[in-house]
């Protein structure tokens, strides 16, 4: 069965950022930002590599000062050293026409550009600098994102549009004019790059906002205006359950009718968070609608009174942390183990039906239940588990591990690993 997601994909012109392809039918790219200071290379480059290491399949870095672009392949070199072949993106604001043309080692070392039409210059000189950064593009061999945001659109172009509005009585609401303005900003940049030399195969295109409605109408029309590949993402997307809430429901119905190519998830991480929640996040939307699986995906139960403890929902959490450290080693040595599924259910109710539809479940007691916990290998019992949460969750880690050594292809040049611990006996 093909999924709707699927074969509803909206055809675009395939780019090369790098080695990833975007668009012409490709499987929809997740990216992400780093957000430490580009000239701070020992750090960026680390922040680099773990979000690769995620899932992170491109990864932008803000190119704004002099020393930051200098320092760039310094960061190309540090992230290739580690093994890691991500493409990298420069991000340029005001100053990318300067930037580029100075510093042609910066431009050389990045896989792809995203130019802000909105904030590249003013007046006579808007053109000027765009052309300059179209021609670097040109020069080296590079894509493009035409990046339009809501937030800092050619004021020009609005003024514009708004005294339109007001001339000829059009009834329009002032975001409407703004999403008109977006739509025009990028067809037009898009046009003025293919006078400058670039190909359809090196231009990428995005209309941000951070309001779902309009990015969901903006992204429809664009869908019907252009075959350019086509970037998701709200602009600013908030903090934790917010941000994801929003985040899934605009990208997830524009992903659904087949409408976007590559896709980040902007959330604004807690002080000192995990950069890496915005890679987790996309692969999650991709992953509910079936449109890519990237990782093991793990079922459990919301709680309710007929659980007695903690114990499930930390054993959940747990269960979760540990595959995503394991992943990237999984990746590499097993193919297919992102389709793995994993159950942690807190009782009887739906325990032991979850846990037989997935490849590995267990179903901890609830309130009244004898204190032994089922475990299902492939729909069938494997045995009981007992004993205190830590040794519950060590049980369970070995079992994955041997679950995952003895039924996904091991990868060429892969040697035998040992698994960690045993999985406790059957009982």
Do not use: W
């Given at each position: 069965m093909v999924?709707?997601?699927?074969?509803?994909?909206?055809?675009?012109?395939?780019?090369?950022?790098?080695?990833?392809?975007?668009?012409?039918?490709?499987?929809?790219?997740?990216?992400?930002?780093?957000?430490?200071?580009?000239?701070?290379?020992?750090?960026?480059?680390?922040?680099?590599?773990?979000?690769?290491?995620?899932?992170?399949?491109?990864?932008?870095?803000?190119?704004?000062?002099?020393?930051?672009?200098?320092?760039?392949?310094?960061?190309?070199?540090?992230?290739?050293?580690?093994?890691?072949?991500?493409?990298?993106?420069?991000?340029?604001?005001?100053?990318?026409?300067?930037?580029?043309?100075?510093?042609?080692?910066?431009?050389?070392?990045?896989?792809?550009?995203?130019?802000?039409?909105?904030?590249?210059?003013?007046?006579?000189?808007?053109?000027?600098q765009f052309a300059t950064i179209c021609a670097v593009a040109r020069e080296h061999g590079k894509p493009v994102r035409i990046g339009v945001n809501m937030g800092s659109l050619n004021e020009e172009l609005v003024l514009a549009k708004m005294e339109e509005n007001s001339r000829r009585g059009l009834g329009k609401s002032s975001e409407e004019i703004m999403n008109d303005c977006m739509i025009i900003s990028a067809l037009e940049s898009t046009e003025l790059a293919l006078s400058c030399g670039l190909r359809r195969d090196q231009i990428i295109i995005s209309c941000k906002t951070s309001v779902p409605v309009h990015l969901i109408s903006l992204y429809r029309e664009l869908a019907a205006k252009t075959d350019q590949p086509l970037h998701l993402g709200l602009t600013e997307a908030g903090m934790g359950i917010k941000g994801q809430v929003w985040s899934a429901t605009a990208m997830g119905i524009l992903l659904a009718e087949g409408i976007g190519d590559t896709i980040r998830v902007s959330l604004t991480p807690r002080p000192g968070g995990d950069r890496r929640e915005e890679v987790y996040a996309a692969q999650e939307i991709l992953q509910a609608l079936g449109v890519r699986q990237f990782a093991p995906s793990i079922t459990a139960c919301p709680g309710c009174g007929r659980t007695t403890s903690t114990t499930f929902q930390e054993l959940a959490e747990e269960t979760i942390e540990y595959v995503r450290a394991r992943m990237p080693a999984w990746r590499k040595q097993y193919e297919g183990v992102e389709t793995l599924k994993v159950a942690v259910m807190g009782c009887v109710v739906n325990g032991p039906g979850e846990s037989k539809a997935a490849n590995i479940g267990i179903s901890l007691p609830g309130n009244g239940e004898a204190p032994t916990c089922p475990v299902f290998v492939d729909g069938r019992i494997y045995a009981a588990f007992s004993g205190t949460k830590e040794e519950l969750a060590a049980k369970f880690r070995a079992l994955l591990e041997e679950y995952v050594a003895s039924h996904y292809s091991r990868k060429p040049g892969h040697e035998t690993e040992k698994v960690h611990g045993s999985p406790g006996g059957r009982s």
């Open positions: 999924h709707p997601a699927t074969s509803l994909r909206h055809r675009t012109v395939p780019v090369m950022v790098g080695r990833v392809q975007v668009g012409g039918g490709a499987p929809v790219v997740v990216q992400s930002m780093t957000n430490t200071d580009t000239e701070d290379a020992e750090a960026t480059a680390r922040q680099i590599v773990e979000l690769a290491e995620a899932g992170s399949e491109l990864v932008r870095i803000t190119v704004n000062t002099p020393k930051a672009a200098e320092t760039v392949p310094e960061i190309r070199d540090r992230v290739r050293d580690a093994g890691c072949a991500a493409p990298l993106i420069g991000d340029f604001h005001y100053n990318g026409h300067r930037l580029l043309t100075k510093y042609p080692q910066c431009a050389e070392a990045l896989d792809k550009y995203r130019i802000n039409p909105g904030n590249v210059g003013r007046g006579k000189a808007r053109d000027v």
